[in-house]
């Protein structure tokens, strides 16, 4: 059978080519939707079946503030990707590792190298760290990471781990939005 001069399959084939193009496009810059592992981010996303919302028009950190979630190619190794927070903007001095607990032995105290080191975010990175510091490879370990590796924000989330539908119309498979949870002190003291 054919519809006008090409046959039935060379249309259908066409429309296939061209509709996976079109989410080809959509993946690339505008919205992806991909599968987060490990427990560098509890309690915001679970350690296994959570599955993010990314928005791409965040890039390149454009548009990014302190607080928000971003997925971003890991910096030692480009063929993975890392879900973090930022947690320090260009310019800002941050503390390198606020988990270091200051131990003491006696009078001495252990651990002294790391605890109360700053370090200036260097213009065009971020400073990164996972929600939950003691199971989190992040800028502490890897130093700050280029905006330039910042694939995008973090919108929302679902578990599907939960059930697909837990009575309320806002929950479908534990569907939640991922705030932005750092308070801007100066903002509110304004």
Same mark, same amino acid.
């Given at each position: ?6 046959p039935?399959w060379?249309?259908t ?39 993010v ?9 454009? *548009?990014?503030?302190? =607080?928000?979630?971003?997925? +971003?190619?890991?910096?030692?190794? /480009? ?5 973090? %927070?930022?947690t ?24 002294e190298?790391r605890?109360?080191t ?29 905006? *330039?590796?910042?694939m =995008?924000?973090?919108?929302? +989330?679902?578990?599907?781990?939960? /059930? ?5 119309? %806002?929950?479908?498979w ?17």
């Open positions: 059978m054919t519809v006008g001069t090409l039935i060379s249309k084939f066409s429309y296939a080519i061209r509709s996976l193009c079109f989410l080809h496009i959509i993946h690339m810059y505008a919205y992806e939707f991909t599968e987060t592992r490990g427990e560098s981010m509890l309690p915001t996303l679970s350690a296994t079946n959570d599955y919302h990314v928005l791409k028009n965040f890039q390149n950190g454009r *548009g990014i503030k302190m =607080g928000d979630c971003i997925v +971003a190619l890991k910096p030692t190794d /480009p063929n993975h990707r890392i879900c973090k %927070r930022v320090g903007m260009p310019g800002d001095l941050v503390l390198v590792d606020p988990s270091t607990i200051v131990n003491y032995v006696g009078d001495v105290l252990v651990d190298e605890f109360g700053y370090i200036k975010v260097p213009e065009g990175h971020v400073w990164v760290t996972g929600d939950n510091l003691s199971h989190s490879l992040d800028s502490r370990t890897y130093n700050a990471l280029p905006m *330039g590796l910042i =995008g924000k973090i919108v929302a +989330a679902n578990n599907f781990d939960k /059930p697909f539908w837990d009575g309320s119309i %806002r929950n479908i534990g569907f939640k939005w991922i705030n932005n949870t750092f308070l801007d002190v100066q903002a509110k003291s304004n």
